[in-house]
């Protein structure tokens, strides 16, 4: 406590001239000008009390220094000034009411200059498998008015484009928000749509199912993104099931159109393998129990005949391992196409489909095997039934003569 006092009349003592008191009952006043010449005459001292905020309001000064006390509350009223003008900055650097900006105090956020991926535009891209194959010529002939010619030499798709046709290339103009769609349809079956909204993908696939053959009892489906970024550095960037461009041209289309169309029907030879490695297991579990083998072989034969065809498919109409001429004329198309390969693992689908077919093929020629021996046990078994007769007939006809002779 004495050093508090002590404190206040130091206080007092130093700074005699700031303040003026006719009567301890009179209020206390001050001018300004004392207070200004203090702060550009005396700097700042070297161990201060900073008790005020950094922004210091005239009215609060006035409050203070008009409060009616005794002399020792003059004196600590005094030093409630002081303190106060001791936390400003040197003179010239803040002005009395100048606002504190959030950047000031922390309370800026410097992820509002980033702006999420999430929100950017983005084209929807939805794949489809549901036939084993299409007419692609009766196709086009019905939809002259939107076959967009092809680039390469690649035969086996076509490219439809819905919306505006007034611009085929669509290079520098954004896709996303527009109401331009594009259908890239697969001799094999698939269907990519491009910026296709969800309630209109069944009319679409009505215009190709008219010319498809081979209906599929369940549909197979996929979704991608496409993101158009203009000022994207890069020409390509990957992402969590999207990629980003700089732009998104016909080219870019028919490449990201061919490996998704490719991923969709994999994914259907993949089931369709995995449905008779099942079967497979099935059989081997039951010879395993009851050692016997009921398999006809009419059914075998048809499980060899949809192995062989599935492995055909995967090779030639899919072309898994021809590349797409439009990545071999351009670099950034290849790398797309490389990337997409990548992004949907085809090449290690396509291993381990063909590891499924050779043990489908392992399992065909051991029950081959077994089926053969069968008909060679029947054989066999068929001759030694007609060695038999032959003996039995032979020994008739020796008995036969004999009882004549007698």
């Known amino acids: 406590m004495w050093r508090t006092i002590d404190a206040q009349l130091r206080a007092a003592r130093l700074f005699p001239s700031l303040f003026s008191s006719s009567s301890q009952s009179q209020p206390l006043h001050f001018s300004l000008k004392p207070i200004r010449t203090f702060l550009t005459t005396n700097?700042?001292?070297?161990?201060t009390l900073y008790l005020a905020p950094k922004t210091l309001n005239l009215r609060t000064i006035f409050f203070t220094a008009t409060t009616t006390a005794t002399d020792s509350i003059s004196c600590a009223a005094s030093l409630t000034v002081v303190r106060c003008v001791s936390s400003f900055s040197p003179a010239g650097s803040l002005d009395w009411n100048e606002p504190v900006s959030c950047s000031e105090v922390g309370e800026g956020n410097g992820d509002d200059d980033n702006l999420d991926e999430d929100n950017k535009p983005c084209i929807p891209v939805r794949a489809y498998f549901f036939s084993t194959s299409v007419d692609l010529r009766s196709l086009v002939e019905q939809n002259r008015q939107n076959f967009i010619p092809p680039t390469s030499r690649m035969t086996n798709y076509v490219v439809l484009k819905f919306g505006n046709l007034s611009e085929i290339n669509g290079l520098g103009a954004s896709l996303s928000g527009s109401n331009c769609c594009y259908m890239v349809v697969f001799q094999y079956g698939s269907i990519v749509l491009f910026n296709v909204r969800e309630h209109e993908v069944d009319g679409y696939l009505k215009i190709v199912q008219k010319h498809a053959t081979g209906l599929l009892p369940e549909m197979r489906k996929?979704?991608?993104?496409?993101?158009?970024?203009?000022?994207?550095?890069?020409?390509?960037?990957?992402?969590?099931?999207?990629?980003?461009?700089?732009?998104?041209s016909t080219d870019g289309i028919r490449t990201i159109g061919s490996v998704l169309g490719q991923s969709i029907a994999l994914d259907y030879y993949v089931r369709q393998v995995d449905g008779m490695v099942a079967e497979f297991t099935d059989i081997n579990r039951e010879m395993e129990t009851t050692g016997k083998?009921?398999?006809?072989?009419?059914?075998?034969?048809?499980?060899?005949?949809?192995?062989?065809?599935?492995?055909?498919?995967?090779?030639?109409?899919?072309?898994?391992?021809?590349?797409?001429?439009?990545?071999?004329?351009?670099?950034?198309?290849?790398?797309?196409?490389?990337?997409l390969r990548d992004e949907f693992e085809l090449t290690q689908r396509f291993a381990s489909l063909d590891f499924k077919l050779k043990f489908v093929e392992h399992n065909i020629r051991f029950l081959q095997e077994i089926l053969q021996n069968r008909k060679s046990d029947f054989l066999e078994w068929l001759i030694i039934a007609l060695i038999g007769a032959e003996i039995l007939l032979s020994v008739y006809d020796i008995v036969h003569r004999s009882a004549l002779n007698l």
């Open 43 to 47: 700097p700042k001292p070297r161990h």
């Open 222 to 248: 996929d979704e991608y993104e496409v993101r158009e970024k203009a000022s994207l550095n890069t020409w390509m960037q990957g992402g969590l099931d999207y990629i980003m461009l700089q732009y998104l």
């Open 293 to 339: 083998f009921k398999m006809k072989r009419k059914k075998l034969f048809q499980l060899v005949g949809k192995a062989n065809s599935n492995l055909a498919d995967v090779i030639l109409k899919l072309g898994l391992f021809e590349r797409s001429d439009i990545a071999w004329k351009d670099a950034k198309y290849a790398q797309i196409w490389e990337y």
